[in-house]
């Protein structure tokens, strides 16, 4: 099992950033990919970006290539989501996923193991 603990989300206004950060414990070893995700109120969980493991490779959703920067510890089993020029609709709780294949892959269900969220709110 991997157990994954995210951090850094909170209240920040239109134009800010935050770091967004991800731990993981447990059989990290097993880990090929992570990918941060988000859900805003009354909507589905979107894809945001995932990184490869091993050679940092990483992929982004359109809405937020060029604001968002993922990143990996390998060192320190974190993950870090780099999240600049904030909008109102960015609001969201913001997820933390890994998954096994060595994959950085969009696709929510090739993700086995989850976070609990953080919370992230733009005001206007």
């Known amino acids: 099992q991997v157990q994954l603990v995210e951090s850094g989300g909170g209240l920040v206004q239109a134009g800010g950033s935050l770091r967004l950060s991800c731990a993981a414990s447990g059989r990290t070893f097993s880990i090929g990919a992570m990918g941060w995700f988000r859900q805003a109120p009354g909507k589905e969980r979107d894809f945001v970006a995932a990184i490869i493991w091993s050679s940092g490779s990483t992929l982004y959703a359109d809405s937020v290539e060029g604001r968002f920067t993922i990143s990996r510890d390998n060192a320190k089993n974190t993950v870090y989501l780099q999240v600049n020029s904030l909008k109102p609709e960015d609001t969201a709780v913001y997820y933390c996923?890994?998954?096994?294949?060595?994959?950085?892959?969009?696709?929510?269900?090739?993700?086995?193991?989850w976070g609990q969220g953080t919370q992230v709110t733009v005001s206007s």
């Open positions: 996923a890994a998954a096994k294949g060595r994959r950085a892959t969009p696709m929510a269900s090739q993700y086995s193991y």
